[in-house]
């Protein structure tokens, strides 16, 4: 059974159009992270959301962490084809990560 | 920012080979090291935690006698898989933390693509 439900698991998109990726769980998390991933190298942390109904942005993406602390999701807004890539989930519990099986992203110009 | 190395890259052997990965912080003490597994097309799974001076802790399902981890100095961490089967090829990553705090961030390393013929 998979902690950290990730959906969709790809998505294909144009330039320009707007994305939301989601990340969903029944258990709760002190904390959530997102990550970016190329192939062939480790994780690239993106952002950390503590507070439940945390909105952070960083550029045009925006992360939202649930009131309850149980998901999450990711928005990009206007993706560009340096935005492919894989995004994954990650959220703290126990004192140890837990990740999702991510969800990649391919912006097509 | 924080760099964490790990090395070598790539590596493919033989069956019943061993092979050792260094994991090293390169700009910061890491009190605390993970190592995780990546197959194809999934998530990264933790297979073990390791603190500095003290045994490392292995998750469920994970051969302590298998994967062996050693995290001698707060720099560097090694894991060294003993006689490496064909269903140990897969990506494996390791991160450090500064701070024994589980809020401390996680930097990554790069990974080792192991592959076994």
């Known amino acids: 059974t998979q902690l950290l439900e990730q959906s969709p698991q790809f998505l294909s998109i144009q330039e320009g159009e707007n994305l939301t990726v989601y990340c969903n769980s029944s258990s709760v998390f002190s904390s959530l992270q997102w990550y970016r991933q190329e192939p062939g190298e480790g994780p690239v942390l993106l952002v950390t959301v503590v507070t439940g109904g945390e909105v952070k942005k960083l550029k045009r993406l925006t992360f939202q962490f649930g009131d309850a602390r149980k998901d999450s999701s990711l928005h990009i807004t206007a993706a560009q084809p340096g935005d492919t890539g894989l995004y994954l989930c990650a959220g703290l519990r126990s004192e140890k990560l837990v990740f999702g099986k991510g969800t990649k992203l391919t912006v097509n110009p | 920012g924080a760099v964490v190395s790990q090395h070598p890259s790539w590596v493919i052997c033989k069956s019943g080979t061993s092979v050792k990965i260094e994991c090293r912080s390169l700009?910061?003490?890491?009190?605390?090291m993970f190592w995780y597994r990546q197959f194809p097309k999934q998530s990264l799974m933790l297979m073990a935690t390791s603190n500095e001076g003290s045994k490392a802790t292995y998750e469920q399902g994970v051969e302590k006698d298998k994967f062996l981890i050693n995290h001698a100095s707060l720099t560097l961490s090694t894991l060294t898989v003993t006689s490496a089967h064909p269903e140990d090829s897969s990506f494996y990553i390791c991160?450090?933390?500064?701070?024994?705090?589980?809020?401390?961030?996680?930097?990554f390393g790069d990974g080792t693509r192991l592959s076994i013929l």
């Open positions: 700009d910061f003490q890491a009190t605390t």
């Open positions: 991160s450090a933390r500064t701070m024994a705090h589980s809020n401390q961030p996680q930097h």
